[in-house]
């Protein structure tokens, strides 16, 4: 007969919930941020190529957890309800409080730029940040979520990574201090993948 302690039981559990301990990464999963169904989930293959960084502009930045799941619920609800997508937008999105909250996660198709939509992670960094950087916890969250991504094969190891407003003109996403500082990020490149822009399947 095997004993469970309750050791045993927090370990499993944290497995459960996505903490793991090479990266320090905490992962929260749809059910625990209390997210609603999407209505349909259009499978993405993995690995993908691209990663897109995002800020949400609005809401503004979360410092707690439930400041943070509330930001979750905001953004699901209008982007379902007032855009009429499936689900949230973004992949995953980051809070202040160093958790990556799970949107469609790493294997459907996602909305949050068009023409990448369907070959790409877009990972949101909660906050606005035009002026300001989001604070160290939160940027290593992203970098742990993308090295837990290709390590884990949802991304390509040669990943090429862009600010939302190379992919799609007119929009000032990342917020102008957190686009200077994903140009120092590893696979950061200016070079925009044109042709495949022109060709690309709008998802
Ligand atoms: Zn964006």
């Not at 943070?68 to 309800?81: K, L, T």
């Not at 855009?83 to 996660?105: M, S």
């Not at 939160?138 to 837990?148: D, G, K, M, P, S």
């Not at 996403?173 to 070079?191: A, M, Q, T, V, Y």
Request: with cysteine.
């Amino acid at each position: 007969m095997q004993i469970i302690t309750a050791g045993d039981l927090v370990y499993r559990l944290a497995v459960f919930v996505g903490i793991t301990s090479s990266y320090d990464l905490q992962i929260v999963s749809k059910e625990e941020w209390g997210a609603m169904k999407p209505v349909e989930i259009d499978p993405m293959p993995n690995p993908v190529p691209y990663v897109i960084i995002h800020h949400s502009y609005i809401p503004p930045a979360c410092n707690t957890s439930s400041e943070c799941v509330e930001a979750m619920q905001w953004m699901q609800d209008f982007h379902m309800n007032t855009h009429g997508w499936n689900d949230i937008g973004y992949h995953f999105a980051v809070g202040g409080d160093g958790k990556a909250y799970e949107g469609r996660g790493w294997s459907a198709v996602g909305a949050h730029a068009p023409l990448y939509n369907n070959r790409s992670i877009g990972i949101c960094i909660i906050g606005d940040w035009t002026t300001e950087l989001p604070p160290i916890k939160q940027l290593n969250t992203v970098h742990n979520l993308i090295n837990f991504g290709v390590e884990s094969g949802y991304i390509r190891p040669e990943y090429i990574l862009h600010g939302h407003r190379q992919v799609r003109s007119g929009t000032e996403c990342p917020g102008d201090r957190l686009f200077e500082e994903i140009k120092s990020w590893p696979h950061f490149s200016n070079e925009v993948d044109v042709v495949s822009n022109k060709t690309g399947k709008k998802a």
